[in-house]
């Protein structure tokens, strides 16, 4: 099996390695799209779908990647199965190396054109991706997303559109792929093509309670309000913003003070009552 199929992985030494991923299909695929049939049935690689060869051998669909992707002619040629350059170890596992960079950025383009769409919404709606963790919702498929379109920043996260919150792949070989291969956009528009995919929003939230009884609102309310107003406080002292704060607290010390001075005078007339 080339070594490029095998993603970020290539040092693993699991023989179940090159065993074919569970829920692709590998109907449509060409005769000459050995290399890419072998990287997206390998584990690890379940979030990727098959890029036409149409559309890897245009040269617009590869605009500006020349400048992203070291060895980037190789890189295309072996993607392309086309590779016959005769170079030693090192120079070969480079090669290989920008060959999945460079077949991962063109996937981000490829998911967001109309057969790329197509083939990601049939993995969604068999769960290829996985199921939302959240118990409020019930099991939701996810989608793989990246944080960022620039290669490097950030790894793959996956969305749910029930709760629309990021979660963490389980796996750490989805774990490691770069977020920049799928995009930001991708989710946003699959939806706005496919909006009957999209779910009602979860409505549901855990009610924490004590002893069957739900905790009060109004003095939840209070204390989050206070650690605001003292978090806010802290901030403007930082900043050296004069407010209205120093004048509130001096009167509470001496409302506090007058309190306790009538306090006093009440215990002494109660204490010389008791002696009488």
Known sequence: MPEWIMGYQTTTTNPDASSSAPGVDLEGLSADSDKILEFITSRGNEYFCDVDEEYLTDRFNLTNLNTEVSYYQHALDLVTDVFDLD???EMREAIEKSA?????????????????????MDKYKKGDFGKCPRVSCEGQHLLPTGQADNSNITAVKLYCAKCEDLYN???????????AYFGTSFHSILFQVYPYLLP??????????????????????????????????????????????????????ESLMEEEGQDGIDDMFEGARVAR
């Open 87 to 89: 170079c030693d170890d």
């Open 100 to 120: 999945r960079h460079l077949y991962g950025l063109v996937h981000a383009r490829y998911i967001v054109t109309t057969r790329g769409l197509q083939k990601m």
């Open 169 to 179: 792949p389980k796996s750490s070989r989805h774990a490691a792929i770069d977020g």
């Open 200 to 253: 009602a929003k979860s409505q549901r939230r855990y009610e924490p309670k004590i002893y069957g009884f739900k905790w009060h609102a109004a003095a939840a309310l209070a204390r989050w309000q206070s650690e605001e107003k003292e978090r806010m406080k802290e901030r403007l002292e930082l900043e050296g913003v004069v407010t209205g704060f120093e004048e509130e607290e001096e009167m509470d010390e």
